[in-house]
């Protein structure tokens, strides 16, 4: 079959992928769909025998190409497999290309990329329809944080396991950070609610219809230093489109790099709604600009987005059309009494569900 997704499932140590697995596989072979799941390969090599931590430079080069090239090999096997299958079906990749550039220095990344004839934008952007990271127990979640579910870890559970945890949780999401669909899962006191997000974010990438759901949005105020982030300048034109439908393009840039996603919204009831994702290039993405809705103004927007105490936020400053405003939005949270809030925010209003917040009403000449 023809338009196999493939999602990448990743996170920090100890972050509930094992667990997140079953729940995808469970879910969506009962809905039909024919899942394959492939292997986390450094996990399958540190069985076999190799050693991340070897002192070895050459054994470590060479281990870590043999990785990515596996990485790959399996990934391509796995496609055909997919494409031969009669019912739907869905690869998800037990952590993906990407992870392996977390454990080794920009140089050696760039001279195995080269050696294997890939590129950083290939296997970042353009290989999976959409990256999952769970964050690590380690951040916001410490009583939860084990070794005993894998042998082959090697952050121990103390302080200096939890710091080393944390710090890889942050850049694997620095690894990822620019492709398009690119979606951190929360920690949750319910880690079931955890799973469930995992599920739904699937389903979007499915092109499924999801229940409507307000994610917590608040008006800040920042009164402190932000902690590590990644920061990003957001552009976003809304294109003319039929009743009850929402059409958008936006551009993020990280500097001098572009993604750009065009993003249809199709309410089907009052409680269904169908969301599709597609990346642009940038000539199309110019091109699709002369479709833009004159009726609503373009919005242009600063966003910082970081993990604190194991939840995920992203803190958005409008410069266009309006500004004065800084909206701080947290994924996956049910209820406002669960929001970690960090102490270099105020809060000042708590605009859940408020419409006329949403960025739609908010370019509205």
């Known amino acids: 079959m023809d338009d196999i997704k493939r999602i990448v499932l990743t996170g920090g140590p100890c972050a509930g992928k094992t667990s997140a697995l079953v729940r995808v596989i469970e879910h969506f072979s009962g809905m039909g769909y024919k899942v394959f799941c492939i292997p986390e ?74 050696a294997v004839g890939v590129t950083t934008e290939e296997l970042r952007d353009q290989r999976y329809d959409a990256v999952l990271h769970l964050v690590s127990a380690a951040d916001g979640a410490e009583q939860y944080y084990t070794i005993a579910n894998n042998a082959a870890r090697n952050e121990k559970a103390d302080e200096e396991g939890l710091r080393i945890a944390r710090m890889l949780d942050k850049k694997v999401i620095e690894a990822w950070t620019g492709h398009p669909h690119l979606r951190v899962i929360n920690n949750d006191e319910d880690f079931d609610r955890k799973l469930n997000r995992v ?13 409507i759901e307000e994610e917590r949005k608040y008006i800040v105020e920042i009164i402190g230093e ?20 929402e059409v958008r393009l936006r551009r993020r840039a990280f500097g001098n790099k572009y993604v750009n996603v065009h993003t249809t ?3 089907l009831s009052d409680t269904q709604e169908l969301v599709t994702e ?20 373009t ?16 803190l958005d400053t409008y410069l266009e059309p309006v500004n004065n405003l800084t909206i701080l939005e947290t994924r996956g949270i049910q209820h406002h009494d669960d929001v970690r809030f960090p102490p270099f925010l105020r809060v000042l209003e708590d605009i859940t569900g408020n419409k006329r917040y949403y960025n739609y009403n908010l370019a509205l000449r």
């Open 265 to 267: 919204k199709k309410r």
């Open 278 to 297: 597609r990346q642009l290039s940038n000539n199309i993405y110019r091109s699709m600009l002369q479709q833009a809705d004159p009726y609503r103004q």
């Open 299 to 314: 919005i242009r927007k600063r966003r910082h987005s970081f993990v604190w105490k194991g939840q995920y936020f992203e």
């Open 41 to 114: 390969v450094p996990t399958m090599f540190t069985q076999a025998g190799m050693n991340y931590l070897t002192k070895n430079p050459d054994l470590f080069y060479e281990g870590e190409k043999a990785t990515l090239e596996i990485q790959l090999a399996l990934e391509e096997k796995f496609m055909r497999m997919a494409r031969a299958c009669t019912s739907p079906a869905v690869i998800v990749c037990d952590r993906g290309a990407m992870d392996i550039s977390a454990y080794m220095t920009p140089e050696m990344w760039t001279d195995i990329t080269r």
């Open 199 to 211: 599920v739904k974010e699937i389903a979007n990438v499915l092109e499924l219809p999801q229940p």
């Open 226 to 245: 932000l902690p590590q982030n990644t920061p990003s300048d957001i552009t976003q034109t809304y294109l003319v489109a039929e009743p009850g439908c």
